[in-house]
């Protein structure tokens, strides 16, 4: 089995296949990964059909293409349980989306992405879908500008340095107008998604530092964007760092 500097490397291939799934690409067939990652798509193949005994990865028998399984979603509850945030955030959401009447998310730093873990909504609004797990680029969404704007200055150049896609045509996907909006961002202590990631939406969201001051986590609260006018945008961001200041620096 051949070990490189430490690694695996027929694991690491592995990991890579199972990497290539997200929320844009639920569902993938054996041609498209080996494209993705330049591999043998025999290689590729038997690798999804171990993921698929193993419970990780399901196939659709009609396309012959795989997902991800329920394994997955279990190790996934696994580490959310174990982190624990989940359980000593959720209150202060609901609180947060009980007051402004808009649905509440919470989002971590990961792998240079916001990964989504928790929603409260509103009484009387329902769910539409289940945001446990998915990511969203840092450059255009409310919970990841909170983030990036007070990341280090080399793990924010990192990111501003990755190719930016344009989302809806309200994205900044210039580095420059980005860089000048975290200004902004840093200067309010609080970062606003103006339909930037999907249009109609807007969004406004407050960082979270942990006991050591450093970027860990945002809270955004998000909706139509007629409902988020200037004064509407100031007021959530003040009910949101109100409603989250027992917890900031705490965890």
């Not at 809806?168 to 420059?176: A, E, K, N, Q, R």
């Not at 980005?178 to 609080?190: A, Q």
Request: with cysteine; hydrophobic share 35%.
């Amino acid at each position: 089995m051949p070990v490189e500097n430490g690694n695996v490397k027929s694991l690491v291939r592995a990991l890579q296949v199972l990497e290539c799934f997200s929320v844009e690409q639920p569902e993938l067939g054996p041609s498209e990964i080996a494209r993705m990652l330049n591999m043998q798509k025999s290689t590729v193949y038997n690798i999804l059909s171990t993921y698929q005994s193993c419970g990780y990865l399901q196939k659709n028998q009609q396309t012959g293409k795989y997902s991800l399984g329920l394994k997955v979603l279990h190790l996934g509850y696994i580490v959310n349980s174990h982190q624990g945030l989940r359980d000593i955030f959720l209150p202060y959401l609901n609180r947060i989306a009980q007051e402004t009447h808009e649905i509440c998310y919470f989002g971590i730093l990961n792998d240079d992405e916001v990964l989504y873990i928790e929603a409260a909504y509103p009484s009387g609004q329902q769910a539409t879908r289940n945001i446990l797990g998915e990511r969203a680029p840092l450059y255009c969404t409310g919970l990841g500008k909170a983030m990036l704007a007070f990341m280090d200055e080399a793990d924010r150049e990192r990111v501003l340095a990755q190719p930016m896609h344009n989302f809806t045509g309200c994205t900044l996907s210039d580095p420059v107008l980005l860089r000048n909006n975290l200004e902004e961002v840093r200067s309010n202590g609080y970062a606003v998604d103006n339909m930037e990631h999907e249009f109609g939406v807007r969004c406004v969201a407050v960082p979270i530092f942990n006991s050591t001051g450093k970027i860990f986590a945002s809270v955004s609260v998000s909706g139509p964007s007629p409902r988020f006018d200037p004064e509407t945008l100031i007021r959530d961001a003040r009910i949101i760092n109100t409603t989250l200041k027992p917890v900031q620096r705490c965890i």
